[in-house]
Every structure is written in C-alpha cells, then in structure tokens.
C-alpha cells in the first residue's frame, strides 16, 4: 500500500523559506556548540538538544501536515538535511533516521498506523528506527529473523544489530520472513517482553550516537502491526532505502561544502613564503576538484527530488546519486585535509571530525557494491533516462 504524492499539500515557498531560516539559526546557534562535548564524552546530550528539535519541529519534516507535521517535499527537505551534515555527525544521523524512517510510514502504512503513530513522530514523541541487518547474513532472502504466525499474532525470533538510533526508538520497523520464501515489516514496539537490546561499541566517526543489537526471542506483536500485505517486506525496503539514499546523498553534499567552506577561509588567511596559500596553483586545483564534485552533487539531488516529488521511482537515480555522493565528500574531504595540512589532522579545525564523520556515507543505506548492483541491475531491466537527454537507446 502507497500513499498517493498529493502536491497541493506542500509547503509554500515563503512558509519554507521561514522554516528554514529557523532551522538553520538552530543549528549553529544551538546544536553546533554541543560539538567539542559529544565528542568527548562519545554521547549525545538529549537533554539540550531535545527541545531545541522539538521546538523547529525537526522530527515532523516529512509527515504529512494532516497529521500534524510540516509536509515538505523531498526537494524541500534536502537542503535541511545538507546543513545538519555540516555540524557533528551524530545530530545529523538522529535526525536522518528518525525523518527517513517517519516518511516511510506515510507511505507505507495503512490509515489507522498512521493515525496512531504519525502525530507522535511529528512531535517526538516516537520514533521509529530501522531493523534491517543481521551479524550473520544478508538482506532480503537470506534473513534469519523469523516471523511466525500465531493465530492474531506474530511470533519474532532473531538477532539484528547496528540498529541505528537504538536507544532512542520507541518503535522497530523489523524486516523478517513470515514463510520460507517472503519477507514482512513488522512494527516492533520497545517495550514487548523478549525484546532486549544491547549497545556496540562506539564508531569511529559521528560520535555519540547509537548503533545498538536487537535479539528477538519469542516476541509477541499483533498482526495490525504489520506494515503492508504479507510478503511485501522486500517491496517495502526497497521503496523505503530508495529515498533514503538520496537523503544520504544530500548529507555528503552539506558535509562537503562545510569542508568547501572552512578550505576557502583557510587558503584566504594561511601564509606561507609571503603569501596566501590561495594564490598557489596547486591550492587552486584542490578547490576546483571540490566544487566540481559539489555541484555535479548538487544537479544529481535536484534530479532525484524532482522525480520523485512528482511520483515518479527512481531506483538507479538514488543508487547513482548516493554512490556519487559518497566517492564525492571523501574526495573533497581529502582535499579539505591537504588544504589545512598538518593543523586539519588535530581537533583544533573541525575538518578532522567531518573527515571521519563522512564515512558514515559509505555504509549507510547499502555499501557502494550494493549501489553499483542496484543501479546496474536497473539498466539491464530496462530503465532509460528522460527523453531530455536519453541519447539513443541500445
């Protein structure tokens, strides 16, 4: 079941403009001096940054104004996702999941699950994460959590682990296989008896936040809590990861012109030799490789957005885009570090957190094999460009 794209329901232009000029003032004003203490102390402090989200209405971007949150379109909310990207990894990737996963329910859900959850997401007051990946298998056909039916009820047996968001989720959206053949989503809530959850270690980049392991043994939930018809689990992730990835994408982009930014100021003030490192060939060269990956980004999010604000699917264009966006924001990472120099590779410029808070990218979503498979397997099956550019078809 998919919710019809309903235009009429978006955001104006002044009303988004309004909102995003809140959001921003919010970010560096609020939310980036947290930095230097969530990395280290290596947690995020909730009870700062709640009310400063709750306020701007951060957890409710992307649900549906009918059900209480601001309803913007995928093109409107890009650009919010970019700027969080460019401050600790951490706030970003709560803000990410809780808004990727909020959009996948308003989709994805049938009107009661949306009139029950919905307005308590928009709010945050629930949050949904995402139970996906297994220590010991893959996705989709080879899933070992189990989902049987007991008469009204499901009865989930397994393990999933790096569980983004794990120790915030009020609710597990949990892709599991209902027969030997098909797979479910099925909406886990916190609190059910069997459910225990465990935190891993921390990551190496986008400190703080939680990455936790799930282990279902003998879970009760209603069937009601399923998302969907039976069976269309591998249905449902595939629309679910399809827009998230251009989110990821979009994340790459604020993270890379953050890193853009500090590699222009520092080129403009760093003398050596009598000069400005700016006006070195080699410096230039740096900052033109950046802005080109930049804004061949920047084209590739607006694509994806405009496509699928007007209904449209776009398979190979998100696995591109992310795929695209990840090889981008480590190449002008890298450039950013040969910029600054030695001063980058310590905690006195941010460029060393962004550095390794952009290889969250490369995994989030699906690892850069799985976009290469995606977008390929898209193409062989058919897909073809818009007629704008389409050249001539094999």
Same mark, same amino acid.
């Given at each position: 079941?998919?919710?019809? /794209?309903?235009?009429? *329901?978006?955001?104006?232009?002044?009303?988004?403009?309004? +909102?995003?000029?809140?959001? =921003?003032?919010? @970010?560096?004003?609020?939310?980036?001096?947290?930095?230097?203490?969530?990395?280290?102390?290596?947690?995020?402090?909730?009870?700062?940054?709640?009310?400063?989200?709750?306020? $701007? &209405?951060?957890?409710? =971007?992307? $649900?549906?104004?009918?059900?209480?949150?601001?309803?913007?379109?995928?093109?409107?909310?890009?650009?919010?996702?970019?700027?969080?990207?460019?401050?600790?990894?951490?706030?970003? !990737?709560? /803000?990410?999941?809780?808004?990727?996963?909020?959009?996948?329910?308003?989709?994805?859900?049938?009107?009661?699950?949306?009139?029950?959850?919905?307005?308590?997401?928009?709010?945050?007051?629930?949050?949904?994460?995402?139970?996906?990946?297994?220590?010991?298998? %893959?996705?989709?056909?080879?899933?070992?959590?189990?989902?049987?039916?007991?008469?009204?009820?499901?009865?989930?047996?397994?393990?999933? #682990?790096?569980?983004?968001?794990?120790?915030?989720?009020?609710?597990?959206?949990?892709?599991?296989?209902?027969?030997?053949?098909? /797979?479910?989503?099925?909406?886990?809530?916190?609190?059910?008896?069997?459910?225990?959850?465990?935190?891993?270690?921390?990551?190496?980049?986008?400190?703080? %936040?939680?990455?936790?392991?799930?282990?279902?043994? &003998?879970?009760? /939930?209603?069937?009601?809590?399923?998302?969907?018809?039976? %069976?269309?689990?591998?249905?449902?992730?595939?629309?679910?990861?399809?827009?998230?990835?251009?989110?990821?994408?979009?994340?790459? +982009?604020?993270?890379?012109?953050?890193?853009?930014?500090?590699?222009?100021?520092?080129?403009?003030?760093?003398?050596? =030799? &009598?000069?400005?490192?700016?006006?070195?060939?080699?410096?230039?060269?740096?900052?033109?490789?950046?802005?080109?990956?930049?804004?061949?980004?920047?084209?590739?999010?607006?694509?994806?957005?405009?496509? #699928?604000?007007?209904?449209?699917?776009?398979?190979?264009?998100?696995?591109?885009?992310?795929? =695209?966006?990840?090889?981008?924001?480590?190449? !002008?990472? *890298?450039?950013?570090?040969?910029?600054? %120099?030695? @001063?980058?590779?310590?905690?006195?410029?941010?460029?060393?957190?962004?550095?390794?808070?952009?290889?969250?990218? #490369?995994?989030?979503? &699906?690892?850069?094999? @799985?976009?290469?498979?995606?977008?390929?397997?898209?193409? +062989?099956?058919?897909?073809? #460009?818009?007629?704008?550019?389409?050249?001539?078809?094999?």
């Amino acid at each position: 079941m998919y919710r019809s /794209v309903n235009r009429e *329901d978006e955001v104006d232009d002044q009303d988004h403009h309004r +909102l995003k000029e809140r959001v =921003f003032a919010a @970010i560096w004003d609020e939310l980036a001096p947290l930095e230097a203490a969530i990395e280290d102390d290596e947690s995020l402090p909730y009870e700062k940054m709640w009310p400063v989200l709750e306020r $701007v &209405g951060a957890f409710g =971007f992307l $649900v549906p104004r009918e059900y209480g949150g601001h309803g913007l379109s995928i093109r409107q909310y890009l650009p919010i996702i970019a700027e969080f990207a460019k401050i600790q990894g951490a706030i970003r !990737v709560l /803000v990410h999941v809780h808004n990727s996963f909020a959009h996948a329910l308003s989709e994805l859900a049938d009107e009661d699950q949306r009139r029950t959850l919905l307005p308590g997401l928009a709010r945050g007051e629930n949050s949904i994460a995402f139970a996906l990946t297994e220590p010991e298998r %893959g996705t989709g056909a080879d899933l070992g959590t189990t989902a049987r039916r007991h008469g009204d009820e499901y009865v989930l047996d397994g393990r999933k #682990w790096l569980i983004t968001n794990s120790d915030i989720a009020s609710h597990f959206l949990v892709l599991a296989k209902t027969s030997e053949a098909e /797979v479910s989503s099925i909406l886990v809530e916190r609190d059910r008896p069997g459910l225990t959850i465990e935190s891993l270690p921390e990551t190496m980049g986008c400190k703080g %936040g939680q990455h936790g392991e799930l282990t279902f043994h &003998g879970v009760r /939930v209603p069937v009601r809590n399923r998302v969907g018809e039976e %069976g269309q689990g591998q249905a449902n992730l595939e629309r679910a990861l399809e827009i998230s990835r251009v989110f990821i994408a979009a994340s790459s +982009l604020g993270t890379g012109q953050r890193a853009f930014e500090l590699s222009l100021r520092h080129a403009r003030q760093r003398v050596t =030799f &009598g000069k400005p490192i700016a006006q070195r060939q080699a410096i230039q060269r740096y900052l033109a490789e950046m802005a080109m990956d930049l804004q061949a980004l920047r084209l590739m999010l607006e694509d994806c957005a405009v496509k #699928w604000d007007a209904g449209q699917r776009i398979p190979a264009e998100a696995s591109l885009c992310k795929l =695209f966006g990840l090889e981008a924001v480590g190449r !002008v990472t *890298d450039r950013a570090l040969l910029v600054h %120099g030695g @001063i980058g590779y310590t905690r006195k410029h941010p460029i060393e957190r962004l550095y390794r808070d952009a290889r969250l990218n #490369w995994l989030e979503e &699906g690892t850069p094999t @799985i976009q290469h498979l995606v977008a390929a397997r898209e193409f +062989l099956d058919g897909h073809w #460009w818009s007629d704008d550019f389409s050249g001539v078809r094999p």
